[in-house]
């Protein structure tokens, strides 16, 4: 049975990914496992008992009442994370699903990645983000992000400031471009689609030849020619989705195929806003660091874009 690994702080942002995870839970037969990463920082801040008496009364503070003090302040914050994490599993059980909690001390985005890894058979991690974009999110980066391009499990993004009502997905969209890296999101899809009998939409993007948008012959060609060549382009990515679809509809009977001339991150943002998909499931690489602020990538582009829920896979080469 697969889990789903539910990560929060505490915050409302965080709690936003649950009503979602109440739906897909049952969808795939999972359990849920809430996670609560707590470090020493949280701890700061907050003055001691031990540390008034000193200012007032001038009274020493021995460190062995020091590090009392200090364990103490950690077993409560712990019981906190805990309680809180009780509260909501409460929540989950009322609905039917299994969960188990877990609060842990360390890096949430190390932690996070940690428990994933540790799951057997397999893992989905689930969490909201702001999904912050350009600069301001490349300088102060986001524990969703590290936890993107460090783990292998696929992982649920939710925007936190979408505000949506949450339903059993009608519709699915995994894009595809031809390559077997971008067909590794199918079985996850087609899973979620055939436990929900949702309709799931299989898209290619052909990205357009500069010559289409010029107003005059460029390199030698024709403008008459480029276009004849665009279109034969698209007839070809759409007899390669129907060929894909053809394979997928012995276990999901409603397998559309949609085929749009743009750019992939673009196509995909806007066709799941007009086609009023529920949610996204696409492959990425996964490139961390300076390769991925250079490069950029499509998966990347529509995490910062969509307010369409969104599962990233992790693809292997």
């Known amino acids: 049975m697969q889990t789903i690994v539910v990560p929060l702080d505490g915050s409302e942002l965080a709690a936003q990914v649950l009503p979602y995870v ?49 364990e103490a302040s950690m077993e409560a914050l712990r019981q906190r994370a805990q309680a809180y994490l009780d509260a909501q599993a409460q929540a989950l059980e009322d609905a039917g699903i299994e969960v188990t909690s877990d609060v842990r001390w360390g890096s949430p985005a190390e932690v996070i990645v940690e428990v994933a890894a540790g799951c057997s058979p397999g893992a989905l991690i689930a969490m909201a983000t702001h999904g912050y974009s350009g600069l301001r999110r490349w300088a102060l980066g986001s524990v969703a992000d590290k936890v993107i391009h460090a783990t292998e499990a696929p992982v649920l993004l939710v925007r936190g400031e979408a505000q ?120 990425t690489h996964g490139y961390g660091g300076l390769r991925r602020w250079a490069l950029g990538s499509v998966a990347d582009k529509v995490l910062h874009a969509t307010l369409t829920p969104l599962i990233l896979v992790r693809a292997s080469e």
């Open 22 to 70: 109440r739906v897909l839970a049952p969808l795939l037969g999972a359990r849920v496992h809430l996670l609560r990463a707590i470090q020493e920082s949280h701890l700061s801040g907050s003055e001691s008992w031990a540390q008034v008496l000193i200012s007032v009364y001038g009274v020493p503070e021995s460190e062995a009442l020091r590090r009392d003090h200090h």
């Open 164 to 283: 949506q009502v949450v339903r059993p997905p009608c519709r699915i969209l995994t894009p595809l471009d031809g390559s077997g890296l971008a067909r590794q999101a199918l079985p996850l899809a087609s899973e979620i689609a055939r436990a929900a009998h949702a309709e799931l939409i299989l898209l290619r993007a052909v990205v357009p030849m500069i010559e289409a948008y010029v107003g005059a012959p460029m390199l030698g060609r024709p403008i008459a020619e480029n276009n004849e060549a665009l279109s034969a382009l698209h007839e070809y990515a759409l007899e390669d989705l129907k060929a894909e679809a053809a394979s997928l509809r012995a276990e999901v009977p409603r397998v559309l195929t949609h085929v749009m001339i743009g750019y992939p991150a673009e196509v995909i943002v806007d066709e799941a806003r007009e086609m009023d998909v529920d949610l996204i499931v696409m492959a």
